[in-house]
T-cell receptor, first 114, second 114 residues
């Protein structure tokens, strides 16, 4: 079955620390990949997406992610986090076949200490 | 450009009542997906509809849940005889063309069952 794993469920960092959130998926075919952020009480906001081309993609708010096809991974990174990055982060995968539905990871709650 | 709209944003129902959640896709979009986010969990696919057709309902509970996307008007997710376990955030997303594969999410409806 297709699945997405986010191994870090809760992460606590101090401001200015570097961030890396892991995302691994299980699907043998071609996929599109996404990272979303959900601030408390708010809806999903797209951070970045990968469709094709350069596997290092840059998104909003200083986030970037690298697609490593051989490892089925799409890790999210930010060199220096801010208190305002406190939120929940979701990785999503969409197989390019069938109904294009998204398969989401269970999310990572990030808390940044001021 | 109006994004994906959902209403109501918050819905409170007592056990046994019916809940109707509405989703208006982005202008020109004819594909709608519904996802459910249970507390402390990621989003789970429920159903995928095109105008007047249910394409994939593999994520829908077998009973009490139904969805439609009529030729005119919004997509409706209907939950009959709600139970406490139905309390969740329900998100819809729309897609213009299947090949685009970037879904645009609405703000969600938070259903609380008392």
């Amino acid at each position: 079955a297709q699945s997405v794993s986010q191994h870090n469920h809760h992460v606590i960092l101090s401001e200015a620390a570097s961030l890396e959130l892991g995302c691994n998926y299980s699907y043998g075919g071609t996929v599109n990949l996404f990272w979303y952020v959900q601030y408390p009480g708010q809806h999903l906001q797209l951070l970045l997406k990968y469709f094709s081309g350069d596997p290092l993609v840059k998104g909003i708010k200083g986030f970037e992610a690298e697609f490593i096809k051989s490892k089925f991974s799409f890790n999210l990174r930010k060199p220096s986090v801010q208190w305002s990055d406190t939120a929940e982060y979701f990785c999503a995968v969409s197989p390019l076949s069938g109904t294009y539905k998204y398969i989401f990871g269970t999310g990572t709650r990030l808390k940044v200490l001021a | 450009n109006a994004g994906v709209m959902q209403n109501p944003r918050h819905l409170v129902r007592r056990r046994g009542q019916e809940a109707r959640l509405r989703c208006s896709p982005m202008k020109g979009h004819s594909h709608v997906y519904w996802y459910r986010q249970l507390p402390e969990e990621g989003l789970k696919f429920m159903v995928y509809l095109q105008k007047e057709n249910i394409i994939d309902e593999s994520g829908m509970p077998k009973e009490r849940f139904s969805a439609e996307f009529p030729k005119e008007g919004p997509s409706i997710l209907r939950i009959q005889q709600v139970v406490r376990g139905d309390s969740a955030a329900y998100f819809c997303a729309s897609l213009g063309l299947a090949g685009d594969n970037e879904q645009f999410f609405g703000p969600g409806t938070r259903l609380t069952v008392l």
